[in-house]
């Protein structure tokens, strides 16, 4: 019988096993559709926020630095899928809209990711998926606690 830190090690490996795994996979399911692995998941994205949202928060969903969303925006404004414009509420900021053609990628996409997923999980009951799923909540709450009690750390 395994300790619970060997179980605890062999669950945090599969995670990111599983995560590096299911990345590759869907970059390579997105760049069936005309777009690049890096500039799909912006257009995702921003469909999935909806039109007017900003790049920092492009950039937070996706898990990339506000820098890298930027060129990458900028390669989707010249594709002609996304459109800048000012801010309303704040001259100095740009919100993003998906073009139509934008949108009708990120409709296509979208319907691609439902497809994908099904076919990852079939086989799966529905019970464990929403267990692995509460699972995966609680794990990410004790690591953004653990972050920011370690940024926090020796502060008065």
């Known amino acids: 019988m395994k ?6 090690m062999a669950l945090t490996l599969a995670l ?3 995560s590096r795994a299911y990345k590759a996979a869907a970059d390579k399911m997105a760049g069936d559709y005309d777009l690049s692995q890096a500039t799909a998941w912006p257009v995702v994205m921003i469909g999935r926020l909806g039109d007017g949202v900003r790049p920092g928060m492009v ?3 996706l898990g990339l630095e506000p820098s890298s969303v ?5 390669q989707l404004v010249e594709a002609g899928l996304v459109k800048r414009s000012e801010d309303a509420s704040d001259r100095r900021a740009r919100t993003l809209h998906l073009t139509a053609e934008g949108r009708r990628r990120a409709a ?5 990711l439902v497809a994908f997923r099904r076919t ?3 086989g799966i009951a529905r ?3 929403d267990t692995c799923l509460a699972v995966l909540d609680s794990l990410g709450s004790a690591v953004r606690q653990y ?3 370690s940024a926090n750390a020796g502060k008065p």
Do not use: M, N, P, S
């Not at 296509?108 to 691609?112: R, V």
């Open 3 to 8: 300790t619970l830190d060997q179980t605890l």
């Open 16 to 18: 990111t096993q599983v």
């Open 59 to 61: 950039a937070e969903a």
């Open 70 to 74: 930027v060129r990458l925006i900028d």
């Open 108 to 112: 296509e996409l979208e319907k691609a």
């Open 120 to 122: 990852l999980f079939r």
């Open 127 to 129: 019970d464990d998926i």
């Open 147 to 149: 972050g920011d009690a």
